[in-house]
């Protein structure tokens, strides 16, 4: 399967308006078109709905075929698809000279990026050993590759589709660049493959089918997974033939991290076969051995850091005691599981630093701007391994902790400067492996966030809780097999009174020491080197994570292996578990409380009045009076220095819409501003837009408020559930002055806010 090089305008603006709409990564990345969405542009998300009940994820192929987004209507062959083309019509008229005047600024990426794609996947090096790895056969199809400069992210890539066949794909070539954007589009070319219809019995998903037969929830889960990371595998071997510097997708990108045990039993094998040392059956053959050892559970199900964080505590505990089997374990262990938090946590760096595009940094360091600005030339993953390389990790994680503690701090970075000042410390060889981990987990205590993107961390909390209460019972019941039957195995050996503390009482009585079984002297507590003899149990040796068997130390479950037993598992028929975020949200612990709030915008066409809602949005409130007074500290994003007095004084309402909002709060006037740091939403489901004259918090998406507000002057349902309600106009004379403002030809000046407080 080939492809060729396509270009669509139409493609262009509906790939871009479902990035401003839902595909956007986060409230850092640049949008152009202005919070909140006119009524006309959020369409589109009904006709994408309304597409999917017939095309499924992808996208209708004639998006490509339109010179404009009105000749779609005409391109339609399939009448379920009309109603949802209708509204996408409407939607991309509406946003289309917005947009338009945005992607030219792409065109050099977009360039850049044709020439890159064609240098390294020149069809006689991947088509042969693509189709011999997926076990499928050239029909000689050629797909349409649109390389596109603005995409909904993730994934960032897509199908185009006709008749239930994939006809294009599209790739983000500003976020995918150099040979990422190759092995992403090997990888689509690789799933286009599996699915041309065309299927012999050496098809990979029938070859899985047939060596790991069942129809359970589970076992579907894991071919499916499965067949993911062989084909990303595949892609980036592909592609690191031609470019050795490159990092594979499926590590940097995130699907390694996120099932660490799958991928390294397929990467293990899988790359044997790839560097031509072992043929492709014996890869299958050796993979699925490994694979049916344990439950589909064991490869499928996220990793649980609790358990390596109770594991961690326990077996420090014991060495202390003076158990050396447990501190040998320990000694083992910690060289993996340094190794597994610290490229964790790398990974996570580089994730993080892609925060930060949107950062002005023109008050900084040029060196620490320029680090910011290359960082995020395409995905700040791939970038960072590259930096960290080039300028040497210590100087690179100093750069990081100063754009975390600097630029990044409007958007959490404060969160994530110790850590990146920890992490270097640590490859510098200034931290003990013991002191990182504690570190590791004692940020993720105090700042949290650090393992949700990859880990299920909902039971982070209650075990660091209970390490810092030393409540070791509730340690135990989240640590593996193995550290609680050493647990259990060290009270067995030394049954001591609770009561009786050796330090303060004394030595205890005979009576009381007197062991019940095989004993173990205690004598020296000291452990430099531990033995080898004392170390594991037959048939592990001390792997890292990946490696693990279920029930061992480190294996990041707190199970007892025989829940993993593929012959026995009470669970192998249920849904498969859904991973549950737990991320803390950053409100401030200086929150001043009112029971009642109102506010008089001054105005050049006249007064406003407000009543504001404390009791519903206290955050808001507060940060909004804290604002207006000049009682909150802010920096004035004109000069980069603190501000003084009121941050509102001498704003505009900068945009005006009649019929729909008028908005203010950006001392840029731009649209662009904010008073240095953001905060989270205050979104309750029984408030709404369905009356006009509401006054809200405007944003750049999820958790992203800052100094902006609106106020509608019409119902606007389409925003019940993305912005911050927290007041209303008071008055129809304060009422027409907003209609006012919404007609006026320019910027209206807000000359300064009244606030009274009981």
């Known amino acids: 399967m080939k492809f060729r090089q396509k270009r ?23 949008n152009f078109l202005p919070r909140p969405f006119t009524p006309e542009t959020d369409l589109f998300r009904a006709g994408l709905t309304s597409w999917a009940r017939t095309v499924g994820s992808g996208l209708p192929a004639f998006l490509a075929v339109a010179r404009r987004p009105e000749d779609l209507l005409t391109l339609v062959d399939d009448e379920r698809l009309r109603p949802g083309t209708e509204l996408v019509t409407t939607a991309l008229t509406a946003a289309a000279p917005t947009l338009t005047d945005a992607l030219p600024l792409f065109e050099e990426v977009r360039k850049q990026a044709v020439v890159e794609v064609n240098d390294v996947l020149a069809p006689e090096r991947y088509l042969v050993p693509l189709c011999a790895a997926l076990g499928t056969v ?71 089918v047939r060596r790991m037969p069942g129809g359970a929830p589970y076992q579907r889960r894991l071919r499916v997974i499965l067949t993911k990371i062989l084909v990303e595998v595949t892609a980036g071997h592909l592609v690191r033939a031609v470019d050795a510097a490159h990092r594979p997708c499926a590590d ?114 040029q060196e620490l701007a320029d680090f910011i600005r290359e960082i995020n030339q395409g995905d700040s993953r791939v970038t960072w391994q590259r930096l960290r390389r080039e300028l040497g990790h210590g100087r690179a994680l100093q750069l990081a902790t100063e754009a975390f503690a600097g630029p990044g701090v409007e958007f959490g970075g404060e969160a994530w400067a110790p850590v990146a000042a920890m992490v270097r410390r640590y490859v510098l060889h200034e931290l003990p492996d013991r002191v990182f981990v504690d570190q590791c987990f004692t940020l993720e205590h105090n700042n949290g966030s650090l393992f949700d993107k990859y880990h299920d961390t909902s039971a982070m909390r209650e075990v660091l809780d209970a390490q810092a209460a030393t409540d070791l019972d509730k340690l135990l019941t989240h640590a593996s097999a193995e550290v609680r039957e050493l647990w259990h195995g060290q009270h067995r050996r030394h049954r001591i009174s609770t009561e009786h503390h050796p330090l303060w009482l004394g030595p205890p009585s005979p009576a009381a020491t007197a062991p019940t079984g095989p004993t173990e002297s205690t004598a020296s507590t000291a452990l430099t080197a531990p033995s080898e003899a004392v170390i594991a149990p037959s048939g592990w040796g001390g792997a890292g994570l990946p490696g693990n068997a279920p029930g061992t130390v480190g294996c990041g479950d707190r199970s ?83 501000g003084e007095g009121g941050f509102y004084d001498g704003t505009e309402f900068h945009r005006r819409v009649p019929g729909f909002v008028v908005q203010g709060g950006d001392r840029l006037g731009t649209g662009h501003g904010s008073a240095g740091y953001r905060i989270p939403d205050e979104i309750h489901p029984e408030r709404d837009f369905a009356r006009p004259f509401q006054l809200a918090m405007a944003n750049l998406g999820r958790d992203s408020t800052g100094s902006q507000f609106f106020i509608t002057l019409a119902p606007a349902p389409h925003l019940d559930g993305h912005y911050t309600l927290f007041g209303e106009v008071t008055g129809t004379p304060s009422e027409n002055v907003v209609s006012e403002i919404a007609g006026s030809p320019t910027a209206v000046r807000l000359n300064r806010v009244t606030v009274a407080t009981a």
């Open 252 to 365: 940097v990108l995130g699907t390694k991290w996120r099932y660490p045990r799958l991928h390294a039993v397929a990467e293990r094998h899988w790359s044997r076969y790839l560097d031509g040392d072992i043929d492709r059956d014996e890869a299958l053959t050796a993979m699925v051995r490994d694979l049916t050892a344990h439950s589909p559970r064991w490869f499928v199900d996220h990793v649980d850091p609790s358990s390596l964080a109770a594991d961690f505590y326990l077996l420090e505990w014991l060495a202390a005691a003076g158990d050396r089997t447990a501190a040998a374990r320990l000694f083992r262990w910690l060289p993996h599981l340094c190794a597994e938090l610290a490229g964790h946590l790398d990974n996570v760096i580089g994730n993080e630093l892609g925060h930060y595009e949107r950062a002005r940094t023109q008050h900084h360091p």
């Open 8 to 30: 669509s305008t139409t493609l262009d603006l509906a790939l871009a308006l479902q990035r401003e709409l839902i595909g956007r990564a986060g409230s850092w990345e640049p």
């Open 138 to 208: 050239d029909t000689g199809r050629t797909l349409d590759l649109h390389l596109v400069p603005l995409a909904p992210y993730p994934p960032a890539t897509g199908f185009l589709t006709a008749a239930g066949k994939a006809t294009g794909v599209y790739a983000d070539c500003r976020r995918f660049r150099g040979s990422t954007l190759a092995d992403a589009v090997l990888t689509m070319l690789g799933w286009a493959q599996l699915k041309s219809g065309n299927i012999p019995e050496s098809h990979l998903s029938t070859e899985l």
């Open 560 to 642: 007892d292996p025989s829940a993993y037993d593929p012959s026995r598992d009470p669970l192998r028929d249920s849904s498969v578990r859904v991973r549950h975020t737990v991320v803390r949200r950053p409100f401030s612990s200086s929150l001043r409380i009112y029971r009642a709030v109102t506010t008089v915008l001054h105005t050049e066409h006249g007064d406003i009045h407000l009543t504001l809602r404390p009791d519903e949005a206290p955050y808001t409130v507060d940060n909004f009076v804290g604002l207006a007074t000049g009682s909150r500290t802010w920096t004035d994003p004109l000069t980069g220095a603190t």
